[in-house]
Each structure stands twice: as structure tokens, then as C-alpha cells.
């Protein structure tokens, strides 16, 4: 991680956890689903997708509170998902970012409507924002509506459960990882833009690396799955293996996954090139995503 990047998220992250906190703290809702929804908020993560927001309106010198608290709704809708992945009807999961999934410690029943909670929270947090015009707001719900639901994310989970039962393709597999993990990383970026009247080039230029570093994530988590260790990944290593489940690794090899991880952060970086500010920050972030060990 490079200095700049280190130094953008000392002093970033402390403002993004307090906005994602608060914003559940002074709901008016039973105990029990605030503790639930707080306790998988509170697990930990690297919170790319928040600082994705406010990185991008860094880029464009836009300080605005509510790069937070969109930030904080990203955030949220990624934490749900991660809750329902863990369920046993789903990837019936024990650990989570090295501690008890949700479910674990609260029943499946609690942690799924505490993951239903914070689904629909974020879309509440958007619409309430006072400082951004209407027609902002509209979009920004839009957005996140496609990215986060059956055009997006929730259709990648579809499409990825479906793969179980087969062998995918290349295409097939970047099919289900641009909507699954790529959609609401799009999202991020793209909601930054929005916030910070972009030009339609800047706009087209951003999606375009976002598409880049959405397959890059899970590419590099792929490759984590069969390198990392379960303490390093903070979840089980070699789950992916194990499940004979269509990987980047399993149709490449692991040389040939490395080989397109680093095909798509160059792509990233070409993309960021069109736009004529300094998108140093945003290229550290393409880094530091393909050298992860977490």
C-alpha cells in the first residue's frame, strides 16, 4: 500500500464507520436487529467500496458530507449481502472476517431480516439526503437499485448458484462476476461521479476502470482462495477448491488467473488515463486490490 493511499484511508475510514454507525444507532427498530445488524457492521473489512465513493469525489475536490453517507449506504447493501451468503441455505458459512457469521450467533431467522434491514436502510439513507438536488437522488437510487438487485448483484448470486451444477466458460464466469461482485463496485464509482457533475467523458471513463476492477476483486479473491490461509482470509481458505466450483484458477490455471488479474489492472489504469486530473489515487487503489492478501 503506498503512502498516499495509507494516508487517504487514516484519515477517511474513522468518518465513514461513524456515519455507517450512526445512521443504524438512531433508527427506530427492536433491539435485537440493531444488535444483529451492528454486530456484521462492526466485523471489520476493508470498507473499499465507501472509500471508493469518496475517493472518486476527492478526485474532483468534492468534500461534500454526502460522499459519506452514500458511502455508508454502499456499505450497507454489501454487508446484507454477505449476511444471506452465509446462510445455510446459501454458502452455510461459520466464519466471517475471522469471527462467528451472523447467523451463528443470532439464528438464521434474525440474521436474514437483520440482512433484509440493512437492504432496504440504504435505499431510505439516498432518499433522505437534503443537500443533494432531486434529480441526483433519483439517479443515485436508480443506480443502486440495478446495482444491488436481479440486474446486478442478487442476478450474479442467481447465475453463480446456477454454475454449481457445471462447468462454466470464461465469458459465462465474467458474466456472473461483472453483476455479482463487479456491480456494486461499479456503483461506488459511478455514485461519486454523480456527486460530483462528472462530465459524461470523466463519467464513461470511471465505469470503464470500475468494470476493470470488479473482475480484478474477484480474480485476486479466487487466487486468495487456493494461496491465503483461512487466519489470513478472516473466512474458510479452499472452500472454492474443494467445491470444485468454476474459478478463474480451476478454467486458467493459477498462472493464467495471475496472468488476467494483471490483464485487467492494466486495462483500469488505460482507463483512468482519458481523464485529464490526477488519478494517482485511484490507480494506488487498483493496486493494492490486486496485491491484497485479504
Known amino acids: 500500500m503506498t503512502n498516499q493511499l495509507k494516508q487517504f484511508i487514516d484519515d477517511h475510514l474513522p468518518k465513514i464507520e461513524a456515519e455507517l454507525y450512526n445512521l443504524v444507532e438512531r433508527i427506530k427498530a427492536p433491539e435485537s436487529l440493531k444488535e444483529s445488524m451492528l454486530y456484521s457492521l462492526k466485523a471489520g473489512g476493508k470498507r473499499i467500496r465507501p472509500l471508493f465513493v469518496v475517493a472518486?469525489?476527492?478526485?474532483?475536490?468534492?468534500?461534500?458530507?454526502?460522499?459519506?453517507?452514500?458511502?455508508?449506504?454502499?456499505?450497507?447493501?454489501?454487508?446484507?449481502?454477505?449476511?444471506?451468503?452465509?446462510?445455510?441455505?446459501?454458502?452455510?458459512?461459520?466464519?466471517?472476517?475471522?469471527?462467528?457469521t451472523n447467523h451463528v450467533v443470532f439464528?438464521?431467522?434474525?440474521?436474514?431480516?437483520?440482512?433484509?434491514?440493512?437492504?432496504?436502510?440504504?435505499?431510505?439513507i439516498l432518499a433522505r439526503m437534503e443537500n443533494v438536488e432531486p434529480t441526483k437522488l433519483v439517479e443515485l437510487i436508480n443506480l443502486l437499485s440495478i446495482a444491488s438487485g436481479a440486474e446486478g448483484m442478487v442476478g450474479g448470486q442467481v447465475l453463480d448458484i446456477d454454475g454449481e451444477s457445471r462447468r462454466l466458460d470464461l465469458p459465462e464466469l465474467e458474466h456472473v462476476h461483472i453483476n455479482k461482485t463487479g456491480a456494486i463496485l461499479r456503483f461506488s464509482i459511478e455514485s461519486g461521479a454523480v456527486l460530483s457533475n462528472a462530465t459524461k467523458e470523466e463519467r464513461d471513463a470511471l465505469v470503464e476502470y470500475a468494470h476493470h476492477i470488479g473482475l480484478a476483486f474477484q480474480i485476486q479473491d479466487d487466487i486468495l482462495d487456493i494461496v491465503g490461509t483461512t487466519e489470513e482470509l478472516g473466512k474458510t481458505a479452499g472452500k472454492d477448491l474443494e467445491s470444485q466450483k468454476s474459478t478463474y484458477p480451476a478454467l486458467l490455471t493459477l498462472e493464467g488467473a495471475k496472468m488476467k488479474l494483471e490483464e485487467h489492472y492494466n486495462l483500469a489504469i488505460t482507463a483512468l488515463a482519458k481523464i485529464e486530473k490526477n488519478t494517482s489515487l485511484l490507480e494506488d487503489f487498483a493496486s493494492y486490490i490486486v496485491k491484497r492478501n485479504n
Not at 73 to 92: F, G, K, Q, R, W
Open 56 to 100: 472518486v469525489c476527492d478526485l474532483f475536490h468534492n468534500k461534500q458530507q454526502e460522499a459519506f453517507t452514500v458511502g455508508a449506504a454502499v456499505e450497507m447493501i454489501h454487508t446484507y449481502s454477505l449476511i444471506h451468503d452465509d446462510l445455510p441455505s446459501m454458502d452455510n458459512d461459520d466464519m466471517r472476517r475471522g469471527k462467528p
Open 107 to 124: 439464528g438464521e431467522a434474525l440474521a436474514t431480516l437483520a440482512g433484509d434491514a440493512l437492504n432496504t436502510l440504504s435505499f431510505g
